[in-house]
């Protein structure tokens, strides 16, 4: 079964009723929470779970960096769409608008974080979740080999969904 849009959430956060339209962004499944691998732990010791395909190409794909001599570290896999809300209100407690706030991060329901399949990446010595990530050796890496893994950047410049450029957001999508 589809999942349904969690419009009494939406308009809880604020988010316009038109979101999903205007920003060309579809509702994403949660996976069955408990097939969920836990990969790693993120510094306040929450887990970073993929589904088991998902992380069976991280695997390979971080084995293959670390041969090469890079180093990748995961910072975020699933997240639930509670967790996506948290979020959101959080943002929104520091006094952010939520049109900024929606250039961020996705609306609860339409994270691909809510599938198990995506993951946030950064390196040693560098901080998480910037664009500076770009410029790295780790993100040169990722530009040329995450494909043959499964792995796409989501979130490239200027993208039709208006989310901010996210060099670090890397989404494994099942072989055709």
């Given at each position: 079964?589809p ?18 339209i ?77 049109d900024?706030?929606?250039?961020l ?25 910037v ?11 990722l ?34």
């Amino acid at each position: 079964m589809p999942p349904s849009p969690p419009t009494g959430l939406h308009a809880d956060l604020g988010l316009p009723a038109d979101y999903a339209i205007r920003r060309g962004l579809v509702l994403q499944s949660e996976p069955d929470l408990a097939t969920l691998v836990t990969i790693a732990h993120t510094d306040d010791h929450r887990p970073i779970q993929l589904t088991p395909a998902t992380a069976a190409a991280w695997a390979g794909m971080h084995l293959t960096a670390r041969a090469a001599g890079l180093t990748l570290i995961p910072v975020s896999g699933f997240r639930s769409i509670a967790r996506q809300a948290a979020i959101i209100r959080a943002h929104l407690d520091a006094g952010r608008v939520i049109d900024e706030i929606l250039t961020l991060v996705a609306a609860p329901g339409y994270s691909e974080h809510h599938t198990g399949r995506a993951i946030d990446i950064t390196a040693p010595d560098d901080p998480p979740l910037v664009e500076g990530f770009a410029l790295t050796p780790a993100s040169t890496w990722l530009t040329i080999h995450a494909a043959s893994f499964g792995f796409h950047l989501s979130f490239p410049r200027n993208n039709p969904h208006g989310i901010a450029y996210e060099p670090w957001h890397w989404c494994w999508r099942p072989p055709a």
